[in-house]
């Protein structure tokens, strides 16, 4: 069974900086896809970027050359925002895509607010 942890939200100013993390539990496999969605109040859930295995990544208009995902050697992903902007804030969520067996894994999310 697959666990995804998030950390790393808070309150920042407009045109600062947050690192997101998500810790996983359980095995991760090659053909996994992890990615990052936020939900603001009041609207659907919005992906944000994905990477690969392979560390191909993927980004949403909004946010590329902003934000930054990666991961690490062990069971980590990251998401590295900058230039952050009020239209930002939302709940964030660490995501994992399982192609075999199909499954699809959430986190708690976690809480990032940017204020003007």
């Known amino acids: 069974q697959v666990q995804l942890v998030e950390s790393g939200g808070g309150l920042v100013q407009a045109g600062g900086s947050l690192r997101l993390s998500c810790a996983v539990s359980?095995?991760?496999?090659?053909?996994?896809?992890m990615g990052w969605y936020r939900q603001a109040p009041g609207k659907q859930r919005d992906w944000v970027a994905d990477?690969?295995?392979?560390?191909?990544t993927n980004y949403a208009d909004s946010v590329k050359g902003r934000f930054t995902i990666f991961r690490d050697s062990a069971n980590g992903m990251y998401l590295q925002m900058n230039s952050l902007k009020p239209e930002d804030t939302a709940v964030y969520y660490c995501?994992?895509?399982?192609?075999?067996?199909?499954?699809?894994?959430w986190g708690q999310g976690t809480q990032v607010t940017v204020s003007s």
């Open positions: 995501n994992l895509q399982r192609s075999r067996p199909r499954s699809n894994y």
């Open positions: 359980g095995p991760l496999y090659s053909s996994d896809v």
């Open positions: 990477i690969t295995s392979g560390r191909i």
